[in-house]
């Protein structure tokens, strides 16, 4: 058994024992119930917690809301759009997540009337519930870059990873030939909330490692460009990710917000402090700008004081409950808290909602809290990542303390996000872990 075997065996070993505890932790008697239970959304988010919640309970009548006929395991973008992954690695069908016994309407949410608590659809229908989770993911702005559609992905030096599988696998494509060919790399982030807010950190690493693998190194100008004024949101990460970057010749624009790009031209334009800025590229990887549903703001569920071009759902930070309609939880992406948008935070909300719901659904209050806990496996290179864990008060929370040192290049960090991290998932949305 070489290295890798031992340790891929030993991780395996350690993660079967965390899901057996898991398991074990839920494995009461269930609670009779008639109560009525919406889940909007069947991401990662919404399919842990109907699992969770269907173990739990006995008669209740669990809906959930959402018309995608695939369910994508968005941790393994980063990897398809640097050729490490086929596409479809990602994609896995939504129904052979969900348990028995869970009504799946395939439609989506028009609106929630949280006074009348009802949830509208699509297709017409009108839903009463007594219980509402709201975990119907995020939108992708594509169309706030002007002159820029998803239709250029793959080509012209174009790339978009988050816009899912395909469109990853057409990223690969032009920073492939990026690598092989060299010139000027421009790797943006917006100026919003995001989901996993390393990816695009992840994306400028690896393809910087490709063309240094492929010698191209001194034909390459890499650049990342930011509307922040720091290449992190923790502190003492952004200061590790400034020295990796400086190391590796990777330049940084900070404050500076993509709003446009002429395609034709291979031109990106940039919103700065002072007016606005060109800059012209060889590869462009867009991330664009990210808000809550249309529903969310319109229904008066989002936020009314923050966040206002966004629309996150108004929640308490600890407990993800709604501020103003107590029989509302948010979850996931959607959730209207400082951070938490990522996998790994949802393998922690999800318990916490279904403590508080089951609870309430008992006439108590529930005792679990989210102490805002984000992971990001912050791929560094081929073959290395930092294991990154911190909570809402940007504090290290390593999960192997002594074992895994949070801001080293490690390649044990590596084989978690390569090997381990996806079977992890998977146990979180059978809602084992």
């Given amino acids: 058994m070489d290295r890798r075997q031992f340790l891929t065996a030993a991780m395996a070993g350690s993660m079967s024992a965390t899901l057996v505890v898991a398991e074990d932790a839920t494995s009461t008697t269930p609670i009779r119930t008639s109560a009525r239970i919406v889940i909007i959304g069947a991401g990662a988010a919404g399919t842990a917690l109907t699992n969770r919640l269907m173990r739990r309970l006995d008669g209740a009548k669990i809906t959930v809301i959402d018309p995608r006929q695939d369910h994508l395991y968005q941790p393994g973008l980063t990897l398809v759009a640097a050729g490490l992954k086929p596409s479809g690695y990602v994609v896995s069908k939504t129904s052979q997540w969900l348990p028995e016994g869970v009504t799946w309407l395939r439609e989506s949410v028009t609106a929630v009337d949280p006074e009348a608590r009802t949830v509208s659809t699509d297709n017409g229908q009108t839903l009463g519930y007594d219980w509402l989770v709201v975990a119907p993911g995020l939108v992708l702005d594509h169309g706030a870059i002007d002159g820029f559609s998803l239709d250029m992905v793959g080509e012209n030096g174009i790339g978009a990873l988050y816009a899912g599988p395909d469109y990853a696998a057409?990223?690969?494509?032009?920073?492939?030939?990026?690598?092989?060919?060299?010139?000027?790399?421009?790797?943006?982030?917006?100026?919003?909330?995001?989901k996993c807010a390393g990816a695009p950190l992840k994306h400028t690493f690896l393809i910087d490692d490709i063309a240094r693998r492929a010698g191209n190194a001194a034909q390459t100008n890499m650049i990342y460009a930011a509307p922040q004024s720091s290449l992190f949101g923790v502190p003492i990460v952004a200061e590790k990710v400034r020295m990796l970057f400086n190391d590796r010749g990777i330049d940084t624009l900070m404050n500076r917000s993509l709003i446009g790009i002429d395609a034709g031209a291979k031109r990106a334009i940039f919103a700065t402090e002072t007016g606005q800025e060109d800059m012209d590229y060889d590869y462009i990887h867009i991330v664009p700008p990210q808000r809550a549903p249309e529903f969310v703001p319109q229904s008066g569920l989002a936020w009314a004081d923050r966040w206002t071009d966004q629309g996150w759902v108004e929640a308490d930070m600890q407990t993800l409950r709604h501020l103003r309609y107590p029989e509302v939880f948010a979850l996931g992406d959607v959730a209207g808290v400082p951070k938490g948008k990522t996998a790994a935070s949802v393998k922690w909300q999800v318990p916490v909602v279904e403590d508080h719901l089951v609870a309430a659904i008992q006439g108590r209050d529930g005792t679990l809290t989210y102490d805002g806990y984000t992971s990001c496996p912050l791929i560094t290179r081929i073959g290395r990542a930092m294991l990154v864990e911190f909570d809402y008060h940007d504090n290290l929370v390593p999960s192997f303390p002594g074992v895994i040192a949070p801001l080293e290049e490690l390649w044990i960090s590596w084989l978690m996000k390569e090997v381990a991290l996806k079977a992890t998932y998977n146990a979180m949305l059978r809602g084992r872990a």
Wanted: no cysteine.
């Fill in 170 to 194: 057409r990223t690969w494509n032009a920073a492939g030939r990026f690598a092989e060919e060299g010139g000027t790399g421009i790797f943006t982030r917006p100026a919003t909330e995001m």
